[in-house]
T-cell receptor
Framework: SQQGEEDPQALSIQEGENATMNCSYK?????LQWYRQNSGRGLVHLIL?????REKHSGRLRVTLDTSKKSSSLLITASRAADTASYFC??????????????FGKGTKLSVKP | DGGITQSPKYLFRKEGQNVTLSCEQN?????MYWYRQDPGQGLRLIYY???????QKGDIAEGYSVSREKKESFPLTVTSAQKNPTAFYLC?????????????FGQGTRLTVV
């Protein structure tokens, strides 16, 4: 079952521009995470935002969370060619009464052109 | 260096053959996960394990089996019952299922049926 859905599916920008990706989810969450995946590689954790937080920063990354709209956004400022990757949001979910599994969206494929 | 190691990086399977994908971690994490990634589908959970000698089915467990005899190891067997096994397989770990902290991923195994 897919919990998060990223939008857009693909995004192409020029170096130096900002990139914004959105994530919508269906059920209540405890936290939301963003991950990055370079082509053919594993995922790398970028940032975690808890349900009682509205905004979080890490370097050139800014994440917002709106629990009333069940949505989150990831902003990458002053993008670089090295930011080219797929970006996934992940939320927690429940299996058989056990909390804690991460459910991933389908991702946004970001291409930053030099 | 602490991390997760998946092997092999590429694996070819003949029709009707069982194959086993290796996943080892030295992070001292209790929880481990297997995900399958198909193009445009994001990550789907196959199995997860909260603790040694325990594991639970995820969304798409049919045709797969796992074991968790040691804390560090969580091998995935793709059986002949899995009719469409060609995909990218990712192993991940977290401190504990209930901790909901960041997940650490291996570099993946690309399985192809020949």
């Amino acid at each position: 079952s897919q919990q998060g859905e990223e939008d857009p599916q693909a995004l192409s920008i020029q170096e130096g521009e900002n990139a914004t990706m959105n994530c919508s989810y269906k059920t209540s969450i405890n936290n939301l995470q963003w991950y990055r995946q370079n082509s053919g590689r594993g995922l790398v954790h970028l940032i975690l935002i808890r349900s009682n937080e509205r905004e979080k920063h890490s370097g050139r990354l800014r994440v917002t969370l709106d629990t009333s709209k069940k949505s989150s956004s990831l902003l990458i400022t002053a993008s670089r060619a090295a930011d080219t990757a797929s970006y996934f949001c992940a939320t927690d979910s429940y299996y058989g009464g056990s909390q804690g599994n991460l459910i991933f969206g389908k991702g946004t494929k970001l291409s930053v052109k030099p | 260096d602490g991390g997760i190691t998946q092997s092999p990086k590429y694996l070819f399977r003949k029709e009707g053959q069982n194959v086993t994908l290796s996943c080892e971690q030295n992070l001292n994490h209790d929880a481990m996960y297997w995900y399958r990634q198909d193009p445009g589908q994001g990550l789907r959970l196959i199995y997860y394990s909260q603790i040694v000698n325990d594991f639970q089915k995820g969304d798409i467990a049919e045709g797969y089996s796992v074991s968790r005899e040691k804390k560090e190891s969580f091998p995935l067997t793709v059986t002949s019952a899995q009719k469409n096994p060609t995909a990218f397989y990712l192993c991940a770990s977290t401190i504990a299922v209930t901790a909901l902290t960041e997940a650490f991923f291996g570099q993946g195994t690309r399985l192809t049926v020949v």
